[in-house]
């Protein structure tokens, strides 16, 4: 710190031997107990920590909500297949309606099979306005310009590996950013404990000091010579007041347990988080399992089962059409949980925390 004491009214002036005082500037510096600077520097470091840790998740937010966005657009985008390879199937039912009815069939039959046809252009009227707006919310995340228009790869690799409960949550403990910012937290909070019982020791202040002196006229002292003064300063504080240190250890130490509680429960959250959606990701991949391997192969083969027997006259158009709408129904049902797992997985990568 630099400081200049001086006198504006010149009778009014501190008059030494020397002569008239003009000027007293001063320049010091406090000193803190040594160990004192180490603990700064070492909360410094932790809260430098936490904030990485804070940018980290902010990152992971970030990522978590790109791939949730592209799954919603991949799944509109994947329904959208759907609804057209449904299309050609209906106008398949529509020309053996035909046929069938050529031959004495119903008329009621063709009718039916284009309602399914017009119910099919309605959904795809839907999803077509739901895969816009999934592009634009895709678009927006990843601050794409207008003229440019995301698209979904329909070809998405779905990752079925079964995840290892026991082997996320040490991962998650390891990377999760919120447990990291916490524990940096609790570090720093230690070092802040440290700084707190540090300040029974004293702090040193050291300066130094020039004055101005004047001999020129109106001097008091008879062997005044004008000259000027250099003078040094050294102060100590005394830290004497025990009841406000203590109190500053005391709140220091509950700080840092009360940190430690908040990592503990965050950790808790985190493993039932884990829990929930690994349990999430295993009912998906069970659920695709039956879809693929026993629900959807069975339903295609009763669909050829029934159109083969309404062609030859031995079944009726209803049971077709409700076979038909089973099968569609089903493949709907593949394309949500593919989205369902991808999802999730996201979120699982989320919450563990590890790129």
């Known amino acids: 710190m630099v400081g200049n004491t001086f006198w504006p009214i010149h009778d009014q002036a501190l008059q030494t031997a020397g002569g008239r005082v003009g000027h007293q500037f001063a320049l010091t510096q406090k000193l803190p107990w040594p160990a004192k600077l180490d603990a700064r520097g070492v909360v410094a470091a932790h809260e430098v920590q936490v904030a990485m840790a804070g940018i980290a998740d902010k990152e992971s937010e970030i990522t978590e909500a790109v791939r949730l966005a592209y799954y919603e657009l991949w799944l509109a985008t994947e329904l959208i297949r759907i609804v057209d390879d449904n299309t050609k199937l209906v106008e398949d039912l529509i020309t ?18 284009e309602l399914e046809g017009d119910r099919l252009a309605e959904q795809s009227i839907s999803l077509c306005q739901q895969q816009e707006q999934s592009r634009a919310d895709l678009g927006t995340l990843v601050r794409m310009p207008l003229e440019y228009m995301p698209y979904a790869d329909i ?3 779905v990752d079925e590996a079964v995840p290892q409960l026991d082997l996320l949550v040490a991962q998650a403990e390891q990377c999760n950013p919120t447990l990291r910012g916490l524990a940096a937290e609790i570090a720093r909070d230690r070092a802040k404990e440290s700084l707190a019982c540090l300040q029974q020791y004293p702090d040193f202040q050291v300066g130094l000091g020039y004055s101005i002196i004047s001999d020129d006229r109106d001097v008091i002292s008879p062997v005044a010579n004008g000259h000027d003064n250099i003078n040094f300063t050294v102060g100590v504080t005394l830290p004497i007041w025990r009841d406000k240190i203590n109190a500053g250890i005391s709140e220091a130490a509950h700080n840092r347990s009360n940190t430690s509680l908040l990592h503990d429960a965050e950790r808790d959250r985190l493993r039932g988080t884990l829990r929930r959606q690994v349990a999430a990701a295993y009912a998906a991949i069970e659920q695709l399992e039956l879809f693929r391997e026993r629900l959807i192969p069975r339903t295609e083969q009763t669909l050829e089962i029934a159109t083969a027997d309404y062609q030859g006259k031995k079944a009726d158009f209803t049971d077709l059409i409700a076979t038909y709408r089973e099968l569609l129904s089903l493949q709907v049902q593949v394309a949500r949980s593919e989205a369902l797992l991808l999802s999730t997985l996201a979120r699982i990568e989320r919450t563990v925390g590890c790129q």
């Not at 009815?101 to 039916?112: C, E, H, M, P, V």
Request: charged share 35%.
């Open 96 to 113: 053996i309606a035909e046929a069938r009815y050529k031959t004495g069939g119903s008329q009621q039959d063709i009718l039916r099979a």
């Open 155 to 157: 070809d998405l690799d």
